[in-house]
Each structure stands twice: as C-alpha cells, then as structure tokens.
C-alpha cells in the first residue's frame, strides 16, 4: 500500500529523501521550501490532506514550529533537523497532549546508530583506565549551522552514560560539501585509539527516515531513533 508522505524542508535532504521515497511504499504529496513554508504558512490542512507521514529536514529556527503545526493536524513527524533540542521538553509536552506522534534524532544513520553502540562498549572499557584521555572530533560540510554537531553531543552523553566521568573534549570543523565524519579517540603516553565513523553521502541519513517514517505511521508517542531501530522493517 502507498502512503502519501510531506517533505519539510526541500533542500538536499528533502530532494534525496524524495528520491528514494518510492522504495519505501511512499508517494510524495508535498513538498516544502523556506518561501513556500515562511512562518509555517504551508502547513495547512488542505495541503496535507492525503499525508499519512512527514519528513521534516527545515533549520533550527524553525523546525520547533513545524514539528508542533504537523503534530496538531495529526500527522506523525520525523525531525532529522539538528539544533533545536534545548526546545524538546516542550515539544514533546505538545506531541504528548495530543495525542501525535514524533521520532526525532540527531542522525538517521543505521551506521551511526551502531557506531554508537560500539563508542558506549569503548567508553566502558577505558572508564578505569585513568591514563587515558579521550576527545571526540567531527566534520561536516559548510552549510551545517549547528556545531559541535547533536551526533557528536551525543556521542559524548553516550560515553559518560557509559560510565566515562573524565572530560571530553570535543572539536568540529566545518568546510566545503563533507557529508560528515565523527572520530572519537582515547589516548596515552604509551598509545591512541581512533574510532571513526565516515559518511560517504547523505544516503543514509535519507534511508533511516524513510524507514522511521515507515514505522511510525499509527504510533503515538515521542521516540528518540535509537530506541526503535530494531524494529525498523
């Protein structure tokens, strides 16, 4: 069965994830960009009608107000826009009270995902190694706003929850088209250990949305990418 997807945020994620949305049973009804969406305006009930599910890839500065326009005309929503986390209490205060549903995340990645993972296992081994240091290190391309990155931040709160109390020190440049690479290291007098993530293009970002906007079609809930990757078809 096709459902019908809206695409927020029109830009070089929306364009890949408009691509690939046919390989995931979905038909794009709308498509959204800054000047067809200015302060929300495109969010419409008539615009959306036929929508089972939306994408939203926009800016930090307005991702808060699409994610709680889409939510109250009942449409479930997946947020791979970055930078407005600080704003995810109430957020999800919205999506709860009304009963819609949200899967948010600062990276869609599958890889990522695991990536994480195996920096948690990392993390645990070398919290009682006390002459080991750790950093954690990303690029990305220039039109990327937020940095550090919400992958890197947590990638950081995932060695700490794994028990690494020292501090980290994080680093992010930013130049030219690069679709993203994060590295965390652990380092001593005696050795350095590199772990390193390396995105050959936004692919996979775009496959991970579209297979959470996939799952989350007659959900209600907040949902965090992490917590429903195993379910993911």
């Known amino acids: ?5 809206a695409i927020v945020g029109h830009g070089k994620m ?3 994830i408009e691509q690939l949305a046919p390989e995931y049973g ?3 009804r709308l498509a959204l960009n800054s000047g067809t969406n200015a302060c929300g305006a495109g969010l419409t009930r008539e615009n959306l009608r036929g ?35 600080q704003e995810l209490a109430c957020v999800r205060e919205a999506i709860q009270s009304g009963g819609g549903a949200l899967v948010w995340s600062p990276n869609f990645s599958v890889g990522v995902y695991r990536f994480r993972q195996i920096i948690a296992q990392a993390a645990n081994a070398f919290a009682t190694e006390r002459e080991y240091q750790a950093w954690g290190w990303e690029i990305h391309h220039a039109m990327k706003r937020d940095a550090p990155s919400g992958t890197l931040l947590a990638l950081a709160e995932e060695m700490k929850q794994a028990g690494f109390e020292r501090s980290i020190n ?5 130049a030219g088209a690069h679709p993203g690479t994060h590295e965390i290291g652990f380092d001593s007098s005696a050795d350095t250990i590199t772990i ?17 906007a996939r799952w989350i079609v007659g959900k ?3 949902f965090e990418f992490h917590e429903i990757v195993n379910e993911l078809g």
């Open 170 to 174: 994080l680093s992010a440049n930013r």
């Open 51 to 85: 929508v089972d599910a939306a994408v939203e890839f926009s800016t930090p500065s307005t991702a808060v107000q699409n994610i709680r326009q889409l939510a109250a005309l009942g449409i479930p929503v997946v947020a791979g826009t970055t930078g407005w986390f």
């Open 26 to 28: 979905f038909d794009v």
């Open 14 to 16: 929306g364009h890949l």
């Open 196 to 212: 390193r993530h390396t995105a050959r293009s936004r692919e996979g970002f775009a496959r991970g949305a579209l297979r959470a």
């Open 220 to 222: 209600n809930g907040v």
């Open 1 to 5: 069965m096709t459902r019908g997807l």
